[in-house]
């Protein structure tokens, strides 16, 4: 039994061993070994780096890649399920229903991240009316 894993053995010993060696000597005897200044300078996509990296970035940016992940999680859960969805009649009518239950939770989200205003690039923000205040003001 134990016979039958020796050619895994093998497989994963030649595969560290070709890692070992490909970082440790060929990486060391092939690369470069002059530095100066400009090899050293950081960039990004070939530009020189401007301002600080410690920005802070706006919710929106964040809320929109939430509501992207969720929707493509979504298709890698459907993709598969539509695939299978003839082989799946001796389950009858419940994986119709288990899908669209799904969906409808997902629908219910995507409402409610769409009625907050989450989806909206530039947000509405809601301000007191200035009459209520002249009001005030002026008693």
């Known amino acids: 039994m134990l016979l039958a894993y020796a050619n895994v053995l093998v ?38 780096a401007i301002g ?20 493509d999680v979504e298709i890698a859960f459907i993709y598969p399920w539509a695939v299978v969805f003839r082989t799946l009649q001796h389950a009858g009518l419940f994986a119709f229903v288990e899908m669209a239950v799904f969906l409808a939770i997902l629908a219910v989200g995507f409402v409610y991240a769409w009625k907050r205003g989450d989806l909206d690039w530039v947000k509405a923000t809601v301000a007191q009316p200035a009459r209520d205040t002249e009001k005030r003001n002026a008693a």
């Open 11 to 48: 497989f994963l010993l030649v595969g560290m061993g070709f890692v070992i060696v490909n970082v440790a000597v060929v990486s060391r005897l092939l690369r470069p070994k002059v530095k100066n200044a400009e090899k050293e300078a950081i960039y990004e996509c070939g530009e020189p």
């Open 52 to 71: 600080s990296a410690w920005v802070r970035f706006d919710m929106r940016f964040y809320t929109i890649a939430l509501v992207f992940l969720i929707f």
